[in-house]
């Protein structure tokens, strides 16, 4: 079944085609099926930390957002991914994604965008909205660690120790392959492997925070705004770790174990650190990779697929004039 689903995809993508606004990259359908995620404004995604838009060719590639935006576009979506910096703090990222999206606006003739970022791409948003709010419908944060991640914290803990350098170096060339494996340049992005590990940290989380402070909760646990500043937020998150032995994230499973919420993670971010204005839904049987439909579809056999939420989502922001 879920082979089956890949060689659909596969098929489907040739009915795909994009258009390019410097790292930002339109996705578009040769044919729309219905109007169901036709939003006012466009639909603007952030990746996560390590992430890209497409690595490889237009052929063999696999997109970071898998069979979500070309499903978008075909129910009437005007649908963007981004591409910044892998590895980089969140104001360097959310910089980079501000510039993306006064790019989307000039080439869509569009006043306002509907931000939509996946882990790291969480903080990238929330910086965009509280920069430039007048340019943002709705901002929603997907799996974000926005109270950070113990699993950053303890990658931290060799700051200062030999494993410093190499680990800081290694990380560093990994970014500049994501960004060559797109066939860009892999200098023309800034890698800091440093800065992105404090940023997501918990105490760089929370002072980040406290600093772009649109949507995000004021408690441990609790809710932000769902609107502030004419803006709407949202949040969905999921809490599992192993969904399918077959899938390569398995490995969250693991790194799930770090978590300081052993039982109610999703590998990498809690379900509390995800908490963002709105939450949609907090308990999804996803881990942080199945929540953008990685890879290759792969999870328990009992979970939403991705694709029909992310559709949904539109179409929530749509009824709402979004």
Not at 233 to 262: E, H, R
Not at 288 to 316: E, G, K, M, T
Request: glycine share 8%; aromatic share 8%; with cysteine.
């Amino acid at each position: 079944m879920k082979y089956g689903l890949f060689i659909a995809g596969l098929i489907a993508a040739s009915t795909i085609s994009t258009s390019h606004a410097s790292n930002a990259e339109q996705v578009k359908s040769n044919f729309v099926i219905s109007s169901y995620a036709k939003t006012k404004y466009p639909l603007v995604f952030a990746h996560g930390m390590g992430g890209w838009i497409r690595v490889g060719t237009d052929e063999l590639g696999v997109d970071y957002w898998y069979q979500i935006l070309p499903d978008l576009a075909r129910n009437g979506a005007n649908a963007w991914a981004t591409r910044v910096s892998p590895f980089n703090s969140s104001e360097v990222r959310g910089e980079q994604l501000l510039q993306q999206v006064d790019e989307i606006l000039a080439i869509t003739g569009a006043n306002k965008v509907n931000l939509l970022g996946h882990s790291h791409g969480g903080h990238s948003i929330a910086y965009v909205s509280n920069i430039a709010p007048a340019k943002v419908a709705s901002a929603t944060a997907i799996s974000s660690p926005l109270k950070g991640s113990p699993v950053a914290d303890l990658i931290l803990s060799a700051q200062g120790t030999p494993l410093e350098q190499p680990l800081v170096s290694l990380i560093n060339f990994g970014s500049q392959a994501i960004v060559w494996a797109q066939q860009q340049d892999p200098n023309s992005l800034p890698h800091d492997a440093l800065a992105a590990g404090i940023s997501l940290s918990q105490a760089g989380s929370k002072t980040f925070a406290q600093k772009y402070t649109l949507g995000m909760p004021e408690s441990a646990c609790g809710e932000g705004a769902a609107i502030d500043n004419g803006i709407y937020f949202y949040s969905f998150s999921g809490n599992s770790t192993l969904t399918n032995i077959l899938d390569p994230d398995s490995v969250l499973a693991a790194t799930g174990l770090l978590m300081q919420a052993p039982n109610d993670n999703d590998g990498l971010v809690s379900r509390c650190s995800a908490k963002y204005g709105k939450t949609i839904r907090d308990n999804y049987n996803w881990n942080h990779l199945d929540v953008i439909n990685q890879f290759f579809a792969l999870r328990s056999v009992f979970s939403p697929d991705p694709v029909d939420i992310y559709r949904q989502h539109a179409n929530r922001l749509k009824l709402q004039g979004l």
